[in-house]
């Protein structure tokens, strides 16, 4: 695999708490657990890397203890870091509310992982460029950092899709060569509940781009530029912790493009390695590349009957 993965989004710090029901408007819960990890972007990346694409970190990172758990959690996945850390502001966290079910709801502060500087990336024709939408909620078109035009841009507006300048998004939807977002994201940028009809409607709005709408336990719908839209199935699990289940996909769906599979295969890859990793509590859960081949070559995981779902994965 001669690509890489150039991750111009987030890696951020998720502060999980694992709650009975999420507290009414001014209550208070009791979680009946903790954990503190490094999450946001970082899942994408940690996919990617664990299918065999080599990653390169182009996002922020700050000087603080955020920042420590980031740059080690970098260094675990092997993915190299090309900038140097924020010496006034420390990486950004959220805190991630996870249900019984599986479902998860963020609260999300912001730092040094939305960089104010631009980054020549020394990115390749045969290399992958991801940014995220958490980057453009407070940028202007000349912040924007360009990537180099021979690469491939991949975007996941993410769930603040809603809050990113109009200005600003349409410069990206302009230049991205893949849209990924969940159904509930793709709805907000067009209006419309049916992720077939919604990811028809981000075709139209992007120059050239192919669109992916995750539909959760559905799967998928695939809208490859050119061809005709498919809903691509997920095996059946029982979801545990949904956290990073869409960063999982995002991860390995590139991983599997740059790899040669075509998109229709991909989406079934990614499909399967986001199922898989919800069945494990944690936001970085994505399997390695022998381990998801060795769940895949279960017959009852390629017929879709594994076990029942539960949860809903984004």
Same mark, same amino acid.
């Given at each position: 695999m001669t690509a890489r993965l150039f991750f111009a989004g987030q890696a951020i710090v998720d502060v999980v708490l694992r709650v009975p029901a999420l &507290?009414?408007? @001014?209550?208070? =819960?009791v979680a009946s657990a903790s954990e503190v990890t490094v999450g946001?972007?970082?899942?994408v990346m940690a996919a990617a890397a664990r299918q065999g694409l080599p990653v390169l970190y182009a996002g922020g990172h700050g000087t603080g203890p955020w920042?420590?758990? =980031?740059r080690g959690a970098l260094a675990a996945e092997g993915i190299a870091i090309l900038r140097p850390p924020d010496p006034d502001r420390d990486t950004g966290f959220d805190v991630a509310l996870v249900e019984p079910d599986g479902e998860r709801t963020f609260a999300t502060h912001l730092g040094a992982e939305t960089p104010e500087?631009?980054?020549?990336l020394p990115a390749e024709p045969d290399d992958i460029v991801y940014v995220s939408g958490y980057g453009f909620v407070a940028a202007t078109p000349q912040a924007i950092s360009p990537p180099p035009p021979a690469t491939r841009l991949f975007l996941d507006p993410g769930p603040l899709a809603a809050q990113i300048p109009s200005e600003v998004l349409e410069a990206v939807l302009d230049r991205c060569d893949w849209l990924s977002c969940n159904q509930r994201e793709a709805s907000l940028l067009t209006g419309i509940a049916d992720p077939a009809e919604a990811a028809r409607l981000l075709l139209a709005r992007t120059?050239?781009?192919? =669109?992916?709408?995750r539909t959760g336990a +559905?799967?998928?719908?695939?809208a490859p530029r050119g061809q005709r839209i498919e809903r691509v199935p997920a095996p059946a699990v029982t979801a545990v912790d949904t956290t990073g289940a869409g960063d999982t996909h995002a991860g390995v769906f590139i991983a599997a493009l740059a790899g040669g599979l075509t998109? +229709?295969? +991909?989406a079934a890859r990614a499909n399967a390695a986001a199922a898989f990793s919800v069945t494990r &509590? @944690? &936001?970085?859960?994505? &399997?390695?590349?022998?381990e998801l081949d060795a769940w895949l070559s279960n017959p009852g995981v390629r017929a879709g009957r594994a076990v029942r779902r539960r949860g809903a994965m984004p």
């Open positions: &507290p009414e408007r @001014g209550g208070d =819960v946001g972007g970082f899942n920042g420590d758990l =980031v500087t631009r980054l020549d120059a050239r781009a192919s =669109v992916i709408v +559905a799967g998928c719908v695939l998109p +229709a295969e +991909a &509590p @944690g &936001p970085a859960t994505s &399997p390695g590349r022998a």
